[in-house]
């Protein structure tokens, strides 16, 4: 009976990082960590912009935290590129206390979720493989 529930995927993730001031890269972090029952890398580069295919062809997910939006637009832009070029649906999780995001990553986000751990990691695992 629980051994369909169970998911054994490891989900290779990138999470938008960079300029933190409000600290939502670790409290996000932490909400995965949080669930062991969810398996996950990360996977992170020096420039997304160059990252090339051989980096982006195992990458499950993008993370965007819409909170670190306005201080790293750049991020945000090459992996939204990224996204687009590579098929990775993009999970957009709401600035922290606040249910407004930027109309420009709305577009792109496969899925939208808040802080609760359950919803982030439904979120990932339903994200619709196209965009």
């Known amino acids: 009976m629980f051994e369909d529930e169970r998911d054994d ?12 001031k409000n600290n939502e890269y670790a ?5 995965l960590y949080s669930k062991v029952e969810f398996l996950w ?3 992170m580069s020096g420039s997304y912009a160059s990252a090339g295919e ?4 195992n990458v499950d997910r993008i993370i965007f935290l819409a909170g670190l939006y306005n201080d790293n637009k750049e991020l ?7 996204a687009e070029e590579y098929s990775i649906p993009i999970v957009l999780v709401r600035p922290m206390g606040l249910e407004e995001v ?13 802080w609760n751990a359950n ?4 979120s990932i695992k339903d994200a619709p493989e196209t965009m």
């Open 76 to 82: 945000f832009e090459d992996l939204m590129k990224a």
């Open 102 to 114: 930027p109309e420009v990553l709305e577009e792109k986000a496969a899925t939208i979720v808040g």
């Open 54 to 57: 051989e980096f982006f062809q």
């Open 119 to 122: 919803c982030i990691l439904d």
């Open 27 to 31: 409290q996000f972090t932490e909400k």
């Open 41 to 43: 890398k990360e996977s």
């Open 9 to 20: 995927k490891i989900y290779n993730l990138i999470i938008t990082h960079g300029i933190d």
